[in-house]
């Protein structure tokens, strides 16, 4: 029988190992394969049971809910500074807001100007683009659950990954520059249209935006952020409703 001498502390467990920076890195590639999976996985569900239309709509929410879902389960994991670094509101919140809406949309501004110049050079581009699908319909229910998957869910989700984890790896091994631009890269190349209709001058749009919002990051905070980017892409819905 073993006792504990009284004149020693007792033993703690020690904390754990906060995530590494590889962990940092790659997070953003894991949640968005796992929300492609989850979009393919609940579009063939939903097929059984409601309307194509429907469908997309709902595997679209499910898609982008499950990409900030897997971010904030790893954020978890990190240290209590930071995660309040990370969520931290740099400034006033109403001078945030405003940055956001005007980083949006000077965002709108330059995508549409790489995408014309990509089309006018390219006229592949043109072809291949003219018939992608609009992900809205006629139903009502559909529309909103589009709008909260791209416009409300993509922008937490998408920012949380990219800047504040990804961006925030990076930093840590070299200059912010270098960082964001590598993360503005990684923002691109993790579009599946960009994939699906090999649509190039969107990548390097994409690209340099991502860049934009890392800047936005470190001088707003991830708010300022996610306002910028759903201003992006509710700019982007409302011009989809209008050709539809």
Known sequence: MTTLDPARPAPTASAPEPPGFWWRVLIPVVAVVSGLV???????????FVSHEMADAIATAIGSGVILAVGLAFVRHLPAHEQRAIFARKGRTGAALATGIAGGLGFVVLTAVVIAIGTAVDSGVRHRTSDIPSPFGSSVVAGVLVVLGIVVLAPLG???????????????????????SCSGVAFALCHSDVWAYLFWPRLIA?????????????????WCGVVAHATINGLATIALLAIG
């Open 206 to 222: 994409l690209a340099l935006v991502g860049v934009g919002l890392a800047e936005l990051n470190r001088r707003r905070g991830y």
């Open 38 to 48: 989850a979009l393919v996985v609940a579009l063939i569900v939903a097929l059984l």
């Open 158 to 180: 998408e920012e949380l990954l990219f800047r504040g984890l990804m961006l925030r790896g990076l930093v840590r091994r070299m200059p912010f520059w270098p960082a964001a």
